[in-house]
């Protein structure tokens, strides 16, 4: 997840960066896509929109922002493996 080093800061679609909202980083999917991710390690979901590029990390696939990790339980662990469905 990413945060306060990149709070208000522009994101790749031109958007001001707010770390409490439920918006993402993936490489590919279009900016606006709507996702809903799942944990299960603990059964939360969320439903978050595509505004970023990123991770450039080998073998992620998202990053979230502060908010999103916040409340599918990630904060501490810092990452997970979660289940992701495309919504729109």
């Not at 299960?40 to 595509?50: D, H, K, L, Q, Y």
Request: glycine residues 12%; proline residues 5%; without cysteine.
């Amino acid at each position: 997840w990413y945060g306060k080093e990149y709070h208000r800061r522009p994101t790749a679609s031109g958007e001001r960066f707010d770390m409490y909202q439920d918006t993402l980083a993936h490489k590919t999917l279009p900016f606006g896509t709507v996702v809903r991710l799942y944990n299960p390690e603990n059964g939360r979901s969320i439903i978050g929109r595509v505004n970023d590029r990123g991770p450039f990390i080998h073998g992620r696939d998202v990053d979230l922002s502060y908010g999103m990790a916040d409340r599918l339980g990630l904060i501490k662990k810092g990452i997970g493996k979660l289940i992701m469905e495309i919504l729109s």
